[in-house]
């Protein structure tokens, strides 16, 4: 009886190693830059295979009065994902054993996992509060407050943990991700340097990619590159250089858009009517055609079809070489083209934004928009139609509404072409009903256009001045 008992205490610490070392292993609610950033207890052992671990627990056998078989049966729980029976036993074991330390920081864990951060730091807190000198607790306490984005908190909680264990690399690493959110960058690449044992490039690739993900490309590219010098083989700065500097040319090129779209709203405050009317006329004389097309590249982009934006842009400079904007915008979407071919995420959304620049869709039909007349003003159907293309929009077809007694406009549109919807009604102001509808009438038409008859009184603004 007592080897038995031997055995089931020996199976149970093991199991419970089980659960630590699959949370070590995995943070699924946290995104690649973030991947060392773990919870875990102070035990390291070699884990069971799955196929011993089922057929332990199958075995197990509730006794009342004893905290080590919820404990156990809590942390199976828990490896699975299944928190709230992790919690609901981790509670048994504190009813019957309210010092019960490790049961405390499991259910921190798991009120953690469901995003229930205000009770994972109470459970945190009374185990620190229990035995204060646990560097596992004081590391989860951290990675909690990281969760709710409260990263000078998440400072302190890891640098108690450091303090408590100076040799543990992965709290080193906690710690330098927690200084590089709160901005302090300089302490981040010390820490990140010391978790890599001394690694140089190791501190600048993953300085690297916290700059990126805070979207700061050229400090980005720098390290990338710094890493690149002290590694010259590492794959992943070849990969995070390459991703950083076709984005970098992307927010060049929208900040040049930015600030060519800011002057020119400065000099139509400035100027008179008239003076208003005779710059538009000349800059539409020397330069309109370059002009249109490198704006329709910027939507092109804008909308992901990346491969179309590069005709755009090129065709742009073929007849404005000067336009320096059109050519970091054609070196932004060659880059972005190729992130885009490379990654591996869901197709689908950014085939529906490519349907939508290109005006195909996946059988070769081409798809677009439908204008109708629904106002009975002659031609006008067609003037707004000619305006929207001069825009970039795919008009497919022009019709005649049910009735010419629409008194205002509309916009419908298909559900996955709400985004494209959105960008006529910016070009169209003026109409202010935009909806959802079913499947349109026509398969190639996805968004159809209804013009009233408050549309009228604007007409000469959508008259399209060609040469």
Same mark, same amino acid.
């Given at each position: ?9 020996? #199976? ?49 056998? #509730? ?197 060519? /779209? ?76 190729? #992130? ?67 008194? /205002? ?50 007409? /000469? ?7």
């Amino acid at each position: 009886m007592r080897d038995k008992r031997r055995f089931l205490k020996t #199976i149970s610490m093991v199991t419970l190693l089980v659960f630590f070392s699959m949370t070590v292993s995995s943070c699924s609610m946290f995104n690649s830059n973030w991947a060392n950033l773990k919870f875990w207890s102070k035990n390291k052992q070699s884990a069971m295979d799955e196929k011993d671990v089922n057929r332990f627990v199958a075995k197990i056998r #509730i006794r009342p009065g004893n905290p080590e078989s919820h404990y156990l049966l809590a942390c199976y729980h828990q490896e699975r994902g299944k928190h709230r029976e992790a919690i609901s036993e981790f509670a048994k074991v504190l009813f019957i054993d309210s010092s019960h330390v490790k049961a405390y920081n499991g259910k921190g864990v798991s009120h953690d996992r469901l995003g229930e951060y205000a009770m994972a730091e109470d459970s945190y807190r009374t185990a620190i509060s229990l035995d204060p000198k646990l560097h596992y607790v004081w590391n989860n306490l951290g990675y909690s407050y990281v969760l709710r984005g409260e990263y000078a908190e998440a400072v302190v909680a890891f640098r108690t943990a450091l303090d408590l264990n100076e040799k543990e690399g992965r709290i080193r690493n906690n710690l330098a991700m927690a200084y590089a959110m709160t901005g302090d960058y300089e302490k981040a690449s010390r820490e990140f340097e010391q978790a890599g044992g001394g690694d140089r490039s190791y501190s600048h690739l993953k300085m690297a990619s916290v700059y990126y993900e805070k979207a700061m490309f050229a400090q980005a590219v720098d390290s990338y590159r710094a890493a690149l010098a002290l590694n010259p083989s590492s794959d992943a700065a070849k990969r995070g250089l390459e991703a950083s500097e076709g984005l970098l040319q992307i927010a060049e090129a929208a900040a040049a858009h930015k600030k060519m /779209e800011q002057k020119r709203a400065l000099l139509e405050e400035d100027l008179t009517e008239p003076v208003i009317a005779g710059v538009i006329a000349t800059a539409q004389k020397d330069e309109t055609s370059a002009l249109e097309n490198y704006q329709a590249a910027v939507r092109l982009y804008e909308k992901g079809a990346f491969q179309e934006a590069k005709k755009q842009f090129t065709l742009a400079l073929s007849e404005n070489p000067s336009l320096a904007s059109a050519r970091k915008g054609l070196i932004a979407s060659e880059a972005l083209a190729r #992130i885009s071919d490379a990654s591996s995420v869901s197709r689908q959304p950014v085939d529906t934004l490519k349907e939508m620049a290109a005006g195909t869709s996946r059988n070769g039909r081409t798809i677009g928009i439908e204008v109708s007349n629904g106002n009975g003003a002659s031609h006008m159907a067609r003037d707004i139609a000619e305006y929207l293309k001069a825009k970039g929009f795919k008009v497919v077809r022009l019709t005649n509404a049910d009735t010419f007694n629409h008194a /205002e406009g509309s916009i419908v549109y298909e559900k996955e072409y709400e985004e494209l919807a959105g960008k006529i009604a910016g070009a169209l102001p003026h109409i202010k009903d935009v909806k959802q509808t079913g499947k349109l009438d026509r398969p190639n038409v996805k968004v159809k256009v209804v013009v009233g008859k408050d549309l009228v009184s604007h007409r /000469e603004e959508f008259k399209v001045q060609k040469n």
